[in-house]
């Protein structure tokens, strides 16, 4: 099968044939339909915040049909569409039972090192990015990666449940928990931050603040629930959302994965407010609150993965989806081919994707 493999990081995907062993125990083999690119891919390319052994399959936001499974797998079947996502859980590990399978830290779904590599080239190992390597033509990975979608929801869309929305949508019902009738401003409108914007209009926000430095991402923000913008690039952030909701917001999100942001978001915050980073940001980076800070109450929260238990809550999306209440239509700019994918990374680098880039099969 051709997959995108990156050799070196920093380094570029190149597409070469890899070869799939069949699924063991526990594991299913995908034909993949479609995948997501997201910021989290980049990164990875780069080394930064994200740091991976090479040689890998890059590729994290898919959904695909399954065409094989091993002994012992009871939660997928052959035919059954599927979306894959990051967050494997192993069940019985403290987080797992503790709801928190987001941050299982077992490796029981990983092969033994004596086992032969579920992918190789030329006769190496090749890793997955994460698991999932998804773009690649096949995906060979754990029952514990992957849940059964409803197909009316088109998995050139459902794919994005497995990170970008999943994500987004997460951070602000399930990290943040996004109140009826509070005010958000959200930092970053690519794939993640449009998500956290329809996640505080799913919660009932009544006011959310979009944040970006492109005219053309704060319209699309609009359409999928902001009620007011702010362009950073002509305007001071904070001053602006402070403008907009004098005090400061209830909820802020961060979603770029920057430092300076992730201290406008703070500084955005009202009092008794919460502010949730959701972008990846650089081990090393330091940050600065002030007592005026401390006494005004103020949380600070990490979102992984929208504090998932994605086994339950795709399949609630793919129903929000249905019902017309979550937009996955709206996202999507562009539907590309796998040989594309360099081309749409600079983009997505170069702050040029509006909502998600989505490779297909
Ligand atoms: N926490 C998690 O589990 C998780 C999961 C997925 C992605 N992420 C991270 O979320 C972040 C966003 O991912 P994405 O795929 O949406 O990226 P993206 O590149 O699609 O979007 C980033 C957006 O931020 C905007 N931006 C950049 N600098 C800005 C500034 N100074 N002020 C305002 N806006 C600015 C860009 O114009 C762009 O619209 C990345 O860091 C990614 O790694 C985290
Ligand atoms: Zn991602
Ligand atoms: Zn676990």
Same mark, same amino acid.
């Given at each position: 099968?051709?997959?995108?493999?990156?050799?070196?990081?920093?380094?570029?995907? %190149?597409?070469?044939?890899?070869?799939?062993?069949?699924?063991?125990?526990?594991?299913?083999?995908?034909?993949?339909?479609?995948?997501?690119?997201?910021?989290?891919?980049?990164?990875?390319?780069?080394?930064?915040?994200?740091?991976?052994?090479?040689?890998?399959?890059?590729?994290?936001?898919?959904?695909?049909?399954?065409?094989?499974?091993?002994?012992?797998?009871?939660?997928?079947?052959?035919?059954?569409?599927?979306?894959?996502?990051?967050?494997?859980?192993?069940?019985?590990?403290?987080?797992?039972?503790?709801?928190?399978?987001?941050?299982?830290?077992?490796?029981?779904?990983?092969?033994?090192?004596?086992?032969?590599? %579920?992918?190789?080239?030329?006769?190496?190992?090749?890793?997955?990015?994460?698991?999932?390597?998804?773009?690649?033509?096949?995906?060979?990975?754990?029952?514990?990666?992957?849940?059964?979608?409803?197909?009316?929801?088109?998995?050139?869309?459902?794919?994005?449940?497995?990170?970008?929305?999943?994500?987004?949508?997460?951070?602000?019902?399930?990290?943040?928990?996004?109140?009826?009738?509070?005010?958000?401003?959200?930092?970053?409108?690519?794939?993640?931050?449009?998500?956290?914007?329809?996640?505080?209009?799913?919660?009932?926000?009544?006011?959310?603040?979009?944040?970006?430095?492109?005219?053309?991402?704060?319209?699309?923000?609009?359409?999928?629930?902001?009620?007011?913008?702010?362009?950073?690039?002509?305007?001071?952030?904070?001053?602006?959302?402070?403008?907009?909701?004098?005090?400061?917001?209830?909820?802020?999100?961060?979603?770029?994965?920057?430092?300076?942001?992730?201290?406008?978001?703070?500084?955005?915050?009202?009092?008794?407010?919460?502010?949730?980073?959701?972008?990846?940001?650089?081990?090393?980076?330091?940050?600065?609150?002030?007592?005026?800070?401390?006494?005004?109450?103020?949380?600070?929260?990490?979102?992984?993965?929208?504090?998932?238990?994605?086994?339950?809550?795709?399949?609630?999306?793919?129903?929000?989806?249905?019902?017309? %209440?979550?937009?996955?239509?709206?996202?999507?700019?562009?539907?590309?081919?796998?040989?594309?994918?360099?081309?749409?990374?600079?983009?997505?680098?170069?702050?040029?994707?509006?909502?998600?880039?989505?490779?297909?099969?």
């Amino acid at each position: 099968m051709r997959a995108a493999v990156v050799d070196t990081v920093p380094g570029e995907p %190149r597409v070469r044939d890899v070869d799939v062993d069949e699924p063991g125990i526990g594991e299913v083999r995908v034909r993949t339909v479609a995948s997501g690119v997201c910021h989290s891919d980049l990164h990875a390319l780069h080394g930064h915040g994200v740091v991976f052994p090479t040689p890998f399959v890059l590729g994290h936001e898919p959904a695909g049909i399954v065409e094989a499974v091993g002994p012992g797998v009871k939660n997928v079947g052959v035919g059954d569409a599927v979306v894959a996502c990051l967050s494997v859980y192993c069940g019985h590990c403290a987080n797992c039972l503790t709801g928190k399978s987001y941050r299982c830290f077992t490796d029981d779904y990983a092969r033994a090192p004596e086992a032969p590599p %579920r992918l190789c080239a030329a006769g190496d190992a090749v890793h997955q990015f994460v698991g999932l390597g998804s773009f690649a033509e096949t995906m060979l990975v754990s029952q514990h990666n992957l849940v059964a979608v409803d197909p009316a929801v088109p998995l050139s869309r459902a794919c994005l449940l497995g990170c970008g929305v999943l994500t987004g949508v997460g951070a602000a019902l399930n990290t943040a928990q996004v109140t009826a009738g509070s005010t958000v401003a959200v930092v970053g409108c690519g794939g993640v931050g449009l998500s956290v914007i329809q996640g505080a209009r799913l919660a009932y926000a009544r006011r959310i603040l979009a944040v970006d430095l492109d005219d053309a991402k704060l319209d699309l923000a609009r359409r999928c629930g902001a009620t007011d913008v702010v362009n950073a690039r002509t305007d001071d952030a904070v001053a602006a959302v402070q403008a907009l909701v004098p005090g400061g917001v209830d909820f802020a999100f961060e979603a770029i994965g920057a430092p300076a942001t992730v201290q406008q978001a703070l500084a955005m915050t009202g009092f008794g407010g919460v502010m949730t980073v959701v972008g990846i940001v650089d081990h090393a980076a330091e940050f600065a609150f002030t007592g005026a800070d401390l006494l005004m109450g103020k949380t600070i929260k990490q979102s992984l993965m929208g504090s998932n238990r994605f086994a339950a809550d795709i399949p609630a999306l793919v129903e929000h989806a249905l019902a017309g %209440r979550l937009d996955l239509d709206v996202m999507v700019s562009a539907e590309q081919s796998l040989d594309d994918l360099p081309a749409v990374l600079d983009q997505l680098e170069a702050g040029q994707v509006l909502g998600r880039a989505v490779i297909t099969f």
